[in-house]
């Protein structure tokens, strides 16, 4: 993609507050696997981020674990007692779990609460979100563009979003105080701040991260539906590439599930651009056409020279 349809990061310093006051006096992490304890993490090296932490999950045996982590202040098992109080909530479930955790929360968001997210889809997220969203609470959707493949409250750690970016996508009619806080705390966790309308955030997640894991899915389950024999072969004799596909799609089922289920739009535009595309390279093997595959690997060579020039590989 273009950094004329990314736009500019914002990668101006943490703002600092003449108080040595926190963004937030009680924050909330609905969910605290990868991202939430991930952010949990780094508002405890990082400092500045939050007063409190409330971490919220709903197993009991994630409840035990994320006690003996130590990573959270208060670690509630109720989504309506977790966020009472609290000036700040962040999402971090799957994104279709959204609208049944915002009917459970909505009426205990208090006046001026900050509610916000690292889902993957934004357009799903606002859909959910908004129609149930309290008077006085202000609604920042985000997407951190950070992440592995393991999942869990053991899967977190404070620098994932280290020179990453995270995307918000602010509503119409959005407070700006409200959006600069979430934006300042994405800084103060490490990330590069971008903001975009929420439609063209799905398209280029569609095709930078989406398509990606639909693609490893889908060769993995090529390779499993392979007869017996070959099957071994193949995990016995696996070169780097395939490994690289597995790696990802070791990812989290529900997670998975979920984005593709509400980015269908996006996702199927891009995957019959990528189809298209992937038959014109099969005409150009099967009929010798050296210059048209010499052209498509070339192509490949530049986007991954782009990414780590921009640091991001």
Same mark, same amino acid.
């Given at each position: 993609?273009?950094?004329?349809?990314?736009?500019? *990061?914002? @990668?101006?310093?943490?703002?600092?507050? =003449?108080?040595? +006051?926190? $963004? &937030? #006096?009680?924050?909330?992490? !609905?969910?605290?696997?990868?991202?939430?304890?991930?952010?949990?993490?780094?508002?405890?090296?990082?400092?500045?981020?939050?007063?409190?932490?409330?971490?919220?999950?709903?197993?009991?045996?994630?409840?035990?674990?994320?006690?003996?982590?130590?990573?959270?202040?208060?670690?509630?098992?109720?989504?309506?007692?977790?966020?009472?109080?609290?000036?700040?909530?962040?999402?971090?479930?799957?994104?279709?779990?959204?609208?049944?955790?915002?009917?459970?929360?909505?009426?205990?968001?208090?006046?001026?609460?900050?509610?916000?997210?690292?889902?993957?889809?934004?357009?799903?997220?606002?859909?959910?979100?908004?129609?149930?969203?309290?008077?006085?609470?202000?609604?920042?959707?985000?997407?951190?563009? *950070?992440? @592995?493949?393991?999942?869990?409250?053991? =899967?977190?750690? +404070?620098? $994932? &979003? #280290?020179?990453?970016?995270? !995307?918000?996508?602010?509503?119409?009619?959005?407070?700006?105080?409200?959006v600069e806080k979430v934006a300042e705390?994405?800084?103060?966790?490490?990330?590069?701040?971008?903001?975009?309308?929420?439609?063209?955030?799905?398209?280029?997640?569609?095709?930078?991260?989406?398509?990606?894991?639909?693609?490893?899915?889908?060769?993995?389950?090529?390779?499993?539906?392979?007869?017996?024999?070959?099957?071994?072969?193949?995990?016995?004799?696996?070169?780097?590439?395939?490994?690289?596909?597995?790696?990802?799609?070791?990812?989290?089922?529900?997670?998975?599930?979920?984005?593709?289920?509400n980015n269908r739009d996006a996702l199927?535009?891009?995957?019959?651009?990528?189809?298209?595309?992937?038959?014109?390279?099969?005409?150009?093997?099967?009929?010798?056409?050296?210059?048209?595959?010499?052209?498509?690997?070339?192509?490949?060579?530049?986007?991954?020279?782009?990414?780590?020039?921009?640091?991001?590989?």
């Amino acid at each position: 993609m273009t950094d004329a349809l990314l736009g500019r *990061a914002e @990668t101006q310093p943490p703002a600092a507050h =003449a108080d040595g +006051a926190p $963004l &937030f #006096e009680r924050l909330c992490l !609905i969910g605290v696997g990868l991202v939430g304890g991930s952010i949990a993490r780094a508002a405890r090296e990082k400092g500045g981020i939050a007063r409190t932490i409330v971490a919220h999950t709903r197993r009991p045996e994630t409840l035990a674990r994320v006690r003996e982590l130590g990573f959270a202040d208060v670690v509630e098992g109720d989504p309506a007692r977790a966020v009472e109080g609290c000036d700040g909530v962040i999402l971090c479930v799957p994104v279709g779990a959204y609208a049944g955790v915002m009917r459970a929360i909505a009426p205990h968001l208090a006046p001026g609460c900050i509610l916000t997210d690292a889902g993957s889809t934004k357009g799903s997220v606002i859909r959910d979100l908004a129609p149930l969203l309290p008077p006085g609470v202000h609604l920042v959707p985000a997407h951190p563009m *950070a992440g @592995t493949e393991h999942s869990g409250p053991d =899967a977190g750690f +404070a620098q $994932l &979003f #280290e020179g990453r970016y995270c !995307i918000l996508t602010p509503v119409p009619g959005s407070d700006p105080d409200a959006v600069e806080k979430v934006a300042e705390l994405w800084r103060r966790c490490g990330s590069m701040v971008e903001r975009m309308d929420a439609e063209t955030h799905d398209k280029v997640v569609a095709i930078v991260s989406h398509l990606p894991h639909l693609i490893a899915f889908t060769i993995c389950g090529t390779a499993d539906d392979l007869a017996e024999e070959t099957r071994e072969a193949v995990l016995r004799f696996a070169a780097s590439g395939f490994r690289d596909f597995t790696r990802i799609a070791a990812s989290d089922v529900d997670m998975w599930r979920d984005i593709f289920l509400n980015n269908r739009d996006a996702l199927l535009e891009m995957l019959a651009r990528f189809t298209e595309d992937s038959h014109a390279l099969a005409r150009a093997v099967r009929w010798g056409q050296a210059e048209f595959i010499e052209d498509r690997i070339r192509r490949g060579r530049r986007i991954r020279r782009g990414l780590i020039e921009r640091k991001q590989a």
